[in-house]
């Protein structure tokens, strides 16, 4: 099993910034990535961005390239999410997740499904 705590959520204007933390603890030697994926009120649950857990692969939702950074601590079996340039419409609750999968590419890193264990999220509101 792997725990998951997300932390860095919050409250911020149109135009700010937020890094959100994912802690994984527990059986982690498994880990093949760890992705970010959100979800907002009335809606379904949509892909953000994730990281190769060895190496520095990464991938991302069109609607953050440019905005969002993923990068990870393999001491601290940790990833992190670097928000810029946040919009309304990044209001949503964000979640981190584990998978055990190979990814091999952008389709797989996006696919929920294939995510073993997630985190309980952590709540960002974008205020305009």
């Known amino acids: 099993q792997v725990q998951l705590v997300e932390s860095g959520g919050g409250l911020v204007q149109a135009g700010g910034s937020l890094r959100l933390s994912c802690a994984a603890s527990g059986r982690t030697f498994n880990s093949r990535a760890m992705g970010w994926f959100r979800q907002a009120p009335g809606k379904e649950r949509e892909f953000v961005a994730a990281?190769?857990?060895?190496?520095?692969?990464?991938w991302y939702a069109d609607s953050v390239k440019g905005r969002f950074t993923v990068s990870k601590d393999i001491a601290k079996n940790s990833v992190f999410l670097q928000m810029n340039s946040l919009e309304p419409e990044d209001t949503a609750v964000y979640s981190c997740a584990v998978r055990t999968k190979v990814v091999y590419g952008i389709s797989s890193a996006a696919a929920a499904p294939l995510y073993d264990y997630w985190g309980q999220g952590t709540q960002v509101t974008v205020s305009s």
């Open positions: 990281t190769s857990w060895s190496g520095g692969t990464t």
